[in-house]
Nanobody, 124 residues
Framework: QVQLVESGGGLVQAGGSLRLSCAAS????????MGWFRQAPGKEREFVAG????????YYADSVKGRFTISRDNAKNTMYLQMNGLKPEDTAIYYC?????????????????WGQGTQVTISS
């Protein structure tokens, strides 16, 4: 059974940094693309970043390019999101999700398994 658990959220001031982690249990983590999504109050969930199964290809939403970095450690069954230069508009619940097998992490993938989310709050 696939289980995804996010951690690392919190309250930081604008301009600060956070590193989110997504720990995966279940088989074949290394064979699947992974992604980060977020949902702010009153807004729809949106794609933030995706990474291919091997880690060599990444995708970012325009709003986070140059500030966020997605990575994965397949030996640890863990994915990360390093967030720098945080802005109040980054405030949201952040979710990790598992994409397709041998896929590249692009935002149009079907992401079938989701974590419970971690709250990120940026104060101005």
């Amino acid at each position: 059974q696939v289980q995804l658990v996010e951690s690392g959220g919190g309250l930081v001031q604008a301009g600060g940094s956070l590193r989110l982690s997504c720990a995966a249990s279940g088989p074949n983590f290394r064979l699947h693309a992974m992604g980060w999504f977020r949902q702010a109050p009153g807004k729809e969930r949106e794609f933030v970043a995706g990474i291919s199964w091997g880690g060599g290809t990444t995708y970012y939403a325009d709003s986070v390019k140059g500030r966020f970095t997605i990575s994965r450690d397949n030996a640890k069954n863990t994915m990360y999101l390093q967030m720098n230069g945080l802005k109040p508009e980054d405030t949201a619940i952040y979710y990790c999700a598992r994409g397709g097998r041998f896929s590249d992490g692009n935002p149009s993938l079907e992401y079938a398994f989701w974590g419970q989310g971690t709250q990120v709050t940026i104060s101005s």
